[in-house]
């Protein structure tokens, strides 16, 4: 047939909108029957609009000419909105959604709108299985949201029937019964098979039939998307990655329900992830995905579909781990506990400038009588946990964890033995994988480490990480002091010596005997403590001297040793029996000091690091947190 001048049949396609219906009535577009929309989507910007259909949760397939502003694709150059779902435009039944940016073809008049919502209650249009070309005798439906033989923009969809009369690789030539063709406003509509999938999508037409139209010669062409299914589903998954500390929700866009699809998430931070066995962390059905990630590492994230489609790659670089930031904001916080027979446990959580509650309960009875409480995030969602430790005979480890508002569990038995006795328990990442884990010293003349690893719903079965680290009155830590993202073990001799060993963990044990990182750090009885305080991913060292002269210095870690001797960051912080304590209390990635008075006072101290120092002297954060003899955390000293 003689087709319109390039131009023209550009404007008649890029004033068409369109939408499918579930039955085919033998009438013209230009003045066929209505029915029930289904995926149909009208496509409207700046006053001009478009047909397409939901092919995927949140793809429009559609024509390119649609976007005339926009032929390389991209964000739309005008707002554009996509309803579907929506059988009457009358109604406000469906989906009103946003195009949030267009993928177009370079080979032929075809775009996919993407949206700003996942739209799973409408279900899209199938994709062609595989490519096939219609045959002449084929009777094929096409609807639109386009001008009727006498509505200029119809509340309803139209459907009509057509026959493909010629077809290149490309491209679909089509005869409508009864005289049909697609209008104005009915560019990018489906073109469906009798088979129920998508055939292509209508570009141009002689517009014979259609309202305020004299063409006397008829036929709609359409862009063949039979061929097109690969593609795309190669666009349908995106997907996002928000890292809190050093968990990392990854989300992603689904395919269409009836692909039933299985995801595998594949991880690296040594480059792009690949499909690969040694970077999958995980499968599921669902379209998000928690990874506990190593911390203070950039991740790249694919997420491949059973189905093939694959999303491309996204990005998240996580924090530093907190064992107190129980709202999970990237803050630390503090908590205190009641202990004795009442077990409440209270929280105040950080804001970046203060801590926020007073008498928040987040559990009214955890870790009662003489229980040693302590916390971490033991199931790597970036909301640290709280366990206690009942030693003694016993030697039940209990955990309530924290959904950002509370501790949920009352006693939940994480592990049947663990730290009996007098054993000097601690919480560390020391596998890498996330997840807090639980170590014990037997210190004495044994001088055992043992390790029970956590799988985010229990601890598993300890084993000696180390056979001869910590002995009699030294005093055990924790920190990753080579910033590999395993947690390591250090010990201060305190004493007149002032020695301190560290013994690295290869994820499997500690590694080291002794092995002196330095030698002449926390005397007597001065307080050690740990944290990243200049912020370069590996923990240093300090020690609060306390008394009336309550100096603080630090000696940071080059990853092999501890450097600086005396080294004061602070020069009155933390006087005679306060309670010393670090976190991240402002979110910057440097680890901060905070002191509790107790007693009947019970203020709260913070001073900050700027990388070099702690700023500020008498910074009251919180004027009536942990009394008396509650237990504050964190805190410095290991046992109280």
């Known amino acids: 047939m003689i087709q319109r001048t390039r131009r023209a049949a550009a404007l008649a396609a890029a004033m068409l909108i369109g939408g499918l219906v579930t039955t085919v009535p033998a009438h013209a577009v230009s003045g066929g029957t209505t029915g029930t929309s289904g995926f149909a989507a009208k496509i409207t910007a700046d006053g001009r609009a478009c047909s397409g259909a939901l092919v995927e949760p949140t793809l429009v397939l559609t024509a390119a000419s649609c976007f005339p502003e926009n032929p390389q694709g991209g964000v739309p150059a005008k707002p554009t909105t996509v309803t579907v779902g929506r059988a009457d435009l009358a109604t406000t039944a469906g989906h009103v959604a946003k195009v949030v940016n267009v993928i177009t073809r370079t080979d032929r008049d075809v775009a996919l709108a993407r949206l700003d919502s996942t739209i799973t209650d409408?279900?899209?249009?199938?994709?062609?299985?595989?490519?096939?070309?219609?045959g002449v005798s084929e009777s094929l439906s096409l609807a639109g949201w386009g001008?009727?033989?006498?509505?200029?923009?119809?509340?309803?969809?139209?459907?009509?029937?057509?026959?493909?009369?010629?077809?290149?690789?490309?491209?679909?030539?089509?005869?409508?019964?009864?005289?049909?063709?697609?209008?104005?406003?009915?560019?990018?509509?489906?073109?469906?098979?009798?088979n129920g999938t998508v055939a292509a999508v209508v570009t141009t037409s002689w517009?014979?039939?259609?309202?305020?139209?004299?063409?006397?010669?008829?036929?709609?062409?359409?862009?063949?998307?039979?061929?097109?299914?690969?593609?795309?589903?190669?666009?349908?998954?995106?997907?996002?990655?928000?890292?809190?500390?050093?968990?990392?929700?990854?989300?992603?866009?689904?395919?269409?329900?009836?692909?039933?699809?299985?995801?595998?998430?594949?991880?690296?931070?040594?480059?792009?992830?690949?499909?690969?066995?040694?970077?999958?962390?995980?499968?599921?059905?669902?379209?998000?995905?928690?990874?506990?990630?190593?911390?203070?590492?950039?991740?790249s994230y694919l997420v491949v579909a059973s189905a093939g489609a694959a999303s491309p790659q996204f990005t998240a670089t996580t924090g530093a781990r907190s064992l107190t930031d129980f709202t999970g904001d990237g803050k630390g916080d503090i908590a205190t506990f009641v202990r004795g027979t009442d077990g409440h446990v209270y929280v105040a959580a950080s804001d970046g400038s203060k801590f926020v509650g007073n008498s928040v309960s987040w559990h009214d009875r955890?870790?009662?009588?003489?229980?040693?409480?302590?916390?971490?995030?033991?199931?790597?969602?970036?909301?640290?946990?709280?366990?206690?430790?009942?030693?003694?005979?016993?030697?039940?480890?209990?955990?309530?964890?924290?959904?950002?508002?509370?501790?949920?569990?009352?006693?939940?038995?994480?592990?049947?033995?663990?730290?009996?006795?007098?054993?000097?328990?601690?919480?560390?990442?020391?596998?890498?994988?996330?997840?807090?884990?639980?170590?014990?010293?037997?210190?004495?003349?044994?001088?055992?480490?043992?390790?029970?690893?956590?799988?985010?719903?229990?601890?598993?079965?300890?084993?000696?990480?180390?056979?001869?680290?910590?002995?009699?009155?030294?005093?055990?830590?924790?920190?990753?002091?080579?910033?590999?993202?395993?947690?390591?073990?250090?010990?201060f001799t305190r004493g007149t010596g002032g020695d301190v060993y560290v013994a690295l963990s290869d994820g499997t044990k500690f590694v080291g005997n002794s092995v002196k990182w330095h030698d002449n750090f926390a005397f007597n009885d001065e307080i050690p403590a740990i944290g990243d305080f200049n912020g370069d991913g590996k923990d240093d060292i300090a020690t609060f001297t306390r008394g009336t002269t309550s100096d603080v210095y630090v000696a940071t870690s080059d990853g092999t040793k501890f450097v600086g001797n005396s080294v004061k960051?602070?020069?009155?912080?933390?006087?005679?029996?306060?309670?010393?304590?670090?976190?991240?209390?402002?979110?910057?990635?440097?680890?901060?000091?905070?002191?509790?008075?107790?007693?009947?006072?019970?203020?709260?101290?913070?001073?900050?690091?700027?990388?070099?120092?702690?700023?500020?002297?008498?910074?009251?954060?919180?004027?009536?947190?942990?009394?008396?003899?509650?237990?504050?955390?964190?805190?410095?000293?290991?046992?109280?």
């Open 366 to 491: 955890f870790s009662i009588g003489a229980e040693i409480p302590l916390s971490g995030d033991f199931n790597g969602d970036g909301k640290a946990d709280v366990a206690t430790f009942s030693r003694g005979s016993a030697a039940d480890v209990y955990v309530a964890l924290s959904d950002g508002t509370k501790f949920d569990g009352n006693g939940v038995l994480w592990d049947d033995y663990f730290a009996a006795n007098s054993e000097i328990p601690a919480i560390g990442d020391f596998n890498g994988d996330g997840k807090d884990d639980i170590a014990t010293f037997t210190l004495g003349t044994t001088g055992d480490v043992y390790v029970a690893l956590s799988d985010g719903t229990k601890f598993g079965a300890s084993s000696v990480w180390h056979g001869d680290f910590g002995f009699n009155a030294e005093l055990p830590y924790i920190g990753d002091f080579n910033g590999d993202g395993k947690d390591d073990i250090a010990v």
């Open 207 to 299: 517009q014979h039939g259609c309202l305020a139209e004299a063409e006397t010669r008829q036929g709609t062409t359409g862009a063949r998307v039979d061929d097109l299914s690969g593609w795309i589903r190669s666009q349908a998954i995106i997907g996002t990655a928000k890292a809190v500390g050093h968990g990392v929700t990854l989300s992603w866009t689904p395919l269409a329900a009836s692909d039933d699809a299985t995801y595998s998430i594949y991880a690296s931070f040594t480059g792009p992830a690949t499909n690969s066995a040694a970077q999958l962390i995980g499968t599921t059905k669902a379209t998000t995905f928690l990874h506990s990630a190593t911390a203070r590492k950039t991740w």
């Open 569 to 640: 960051w602070h020069d009155h912080f933390a006087s005679n029996s306060e309670i010393p304590a670090i976190g991240d209390f402002t979110g910057d990635g440097k680890d901060d000091i905070a002191t509790f008075t107790r007693g009947t006072t019970s203020d709260v101290y913070v001073a900050t690091s700027d990388g070099t120092k702690f700023v500020g002297d008498s910074l009251k954060w919180h004027d009536a947190f942990a009394y008396n003899s509650e237990v504050p955390a964190p805190r410095a000293i290991t046992v109280l």
């Open 147 to 194: 001008r009727t033989a006498d509505e200029w923009v119809p509340n309803q969809v139209h459907a009509a029937t057509f026959t493909p009369s010629a077809n290149t690789a490309t491209t679909l030539s089509l005869t409508g019964a009864n005289g049909a063709d697609a209008c104005q406003g009915d560019a990018g509509a489906p073109i469906v098979r009798q």
């Open 122 to 134: 409408v279900t899209p249009l199938p994709l062609s299985t595989a490519a096939g070309t219609p």
